[in-house]
């Protein structure tokens, strides 16, 4: 089992930037793909970052690709994303996600965090 805790949601004005952390326990990670993905209020859960842990090759959404950076610290087994030039489309609560490389979807979800973007 994985254990996925977010934090550093908040209330940030448009142009602005935060940074979420996601600290995992449980298992080391390096036989995972870890990212981000995101929930707006009426819309469907949408992905945002991953980051296969070991070989940290990262892919993002073309919706935040420039302005999102995911990172991870291996020594505290943690995940980040940066987020920089936040947009007021951006609210949403963020969710920290961990699968194995080799399954197809999700297994391990954190509880997520909002992140409200102010125009």
């Known amino acids: 089992q994985v254990q996925l805790v977010e934090s550093g949601g908040g209330l940030v004005q448009a142009g602005g930037s935060l940074r979420l952390s996601c600290a995992a326990s449980?298992?080391?990670?390096?036989?995972?793909?870890v990212g981000w993905f995101r929930q707006a209020p009426g819309k469907d859960r949408e992905f945002v970052a991953t980051v296969r842990w070991s070989v940290g090759t990262t892919y993002y959404a073309n919706s935040v690709k420039g302005r999102f950076t995911i990172s991870r610290d291996n020594a505290k087994n943690t995940l980040y994303l940066q987020m920089n030039s936040l947009k007021p489309e951006d609210t949403a609560i963020y969710y920290c996600?961990?699968?194995?490389?080799?399954?197809?979807?999700?297994?391990?979800w954190g509880q997520g965090t909002q992140v409200t973007v102010s125009s």
């Open positions: 449980g298992r080391t990670l390096s036989a995972y793909v």
């Open positions: 996600v961990a699968k194995r490389v080799v399954s197809d979807g999700y297994d391990y």
